[in-house]
T-cell receptor
Framework: SQQGEEDPQALSIQEGENATMNCSYK?????LQWYRQNSGRGLVHLIL?????REKHSGRLRVTLDTSKKSSSLLITASRAADTASYFC???????????FGAGTRLAVHP | DADVTQTPRNRITKTGKRIMLECSQT?????MYWYRQDPGLGLRLIYY???????NKGEISDGYSVSRQAQAKFSLSLESAIPNQTALYFC???????????FGDGTRLSIL
């Protein structure tokens, strides 16, 4: 069963706009990770946020985590056409480093 | 060269055939994973291995088997392929528990 659920399933924006994707999960976690998948390629790790962290930044990416609501958000600021991809959240629980993925958000950034 | 290499990249085969997908890595990681991705779904874990002697079933292991030939090599087999195993298959590696995983570019498998 999938732990994380992303919202929205698809998002279409113009270059320069911000994109926000949300992820909800069901059980307690050790950390939550966001990945990007370009069409026809493997997943690439973007950012990891631990359960005791509330916000993390990496370049144009900002991730928040609310463990009381069991939710996380990924914000991409000043989006570019190259940001077009699917974005997945994945949670890590327990001691086995098993990632449990959501179904992903498909982001399309139009020039 | 890619850190995690999967072969073949594409495969079309028939129902009942035995298929092996191979994964090799140059990252020196002990942990390796096989996932399956279906349209509209996230990745689901098939098998994972913490070292050559430690192999574990994941969420959807039925119909699949694996072999960890060396620290750097982890292969996935479908003993008798069936059409609902048509999917995109990914291999991944990681070093420590809870750390990010590094993915290959996948094998697109079609079973007719």
């Amino acid at each position: 069963s999938q732990q994380g659920e992303e919202d929205p399933q698809a998002l279409s924006i113009q270059e320069g706009e911000n994109a926000t994707m949300n992820c909800s999960y069901k059980t307690s976690i050790n950390n939550l990770q966001w990945y990007r998948q370009n069409s026809g390629r493997g997943l690439v790790h973007l950012i990891l946020i631990r359960s005791n962290e509330r916000e993390k930044h990496s370049g144009r990416l900002r991730v928040t985590l609310d463990t009381s609501k069991k939710s996380s958000s990924l914000l991409i600021t000043a989006s570019r056409a190259a940001d077009t991809a699917s974005y997945f959240c994945a949670t890590v629980s327990g001691g086995y480093n098993k990632l449990i993925f959501g179904a992903g958000t498909r982001l399309a950034v139009h020039p | 060269d890619a850190d995690v290499t999967q072969t073949p990249r594409n495969r079309i085969t028939k129902t009942g055939k035995r298929i092996m997908l191979e994964c090799s890595q140059t990252k020196g990681h002990d942990r390796m994973y096989w996932y399956r991705q279906d349209p509209g779904l996230g990745l689901r874990l098939i098998y994972y291995s913490f070292d050559v002697k430690d192999i574990n079933k994941g969420e959807i292991s039925d119909g699949y088997s694996v072999s960890r030939q060396a620290q750097a090599k982890f292969s996935l087999s479908l003993e008798s392929a069936i059409p609902n195993q048509t999917a995109l298959y990914f291999c991944a590696t990681s070093d420590l528990l809870g750390r990010p995983q590094h993915f290959g570019d996948g094998t697109r498998l079609s079973i007719l």
